[in-house]
């Protein structure tokens, strides 16, 4: 695991292949933000996933491309905060947590006439605790920033 700024990189393992992890770390200190009470999943599939199920050398410049696109368009206005990317198992898996979850139902159905180099997948939750973000966060947190 490395600091990039505001992100964390770690390389984690799930069902014995390698998965990559982005996470934002501006909530670590309160977990959660009031008024995003909605988790928002934006799959991207993976177009020819190598053995081990993550993008190969060709597919990168698609793909990050790809990910701007869908981050543009559920951040606009801070609708949405993007905090974690989990590449891997021929998934990109952008999550958000959102204000309006209709609102960024809409964003993602536009979407597919923007990103027309890989499908998308999209699952809205409520999660105002932010469940998913604090396991990740638990799991990848210095020791010296987790709570007492």
């Not at 292949?17 to 995003?36: D, K, N």
């Not at 309006?100 to 999209?122: C, F, I, W």
């Amino acid at each position: 695991m490395r600091n990039e700024g505001e992100w964390v990189l770690a390389s984690w393992e799930r069902a014995g292949f390698p998965v990559s992890i982005r996470m934002a770390t501006a909530f670590w200190e309160h977990g959660s933000v009031p008024g995003y009470d909605h988790r928002v999943t934006v799959g991207i599939e993976l177009r020819d996933p190598n053995a081990s199920g993550q993008p190969g050398p060709e597919e990168w410049d698609d793909l990050e491309a790809a990910e701007l696109d869908v981050c543009k368009s559920l951040e606009a206005g801070n609708e949405s905060l993007c905090v974690l990317v989990i590449t891997g198992n021929g998934l990109r898996d952008i999550m958000f947590y959102v204000r309006d979850p209709e609102e960024a139902k809409v964003r993602v159905n536009r979407l597919v006439d923007v990103v027309n180099t890989h499908k998308l997948q999209v699952a809205i939750e409520p999660e105002s605790n932010w469940r998913i973000y604090r396991f990740f966060s638990d799991k990848l947190k210095p020791n010296d920033k987790k709570p007492n």
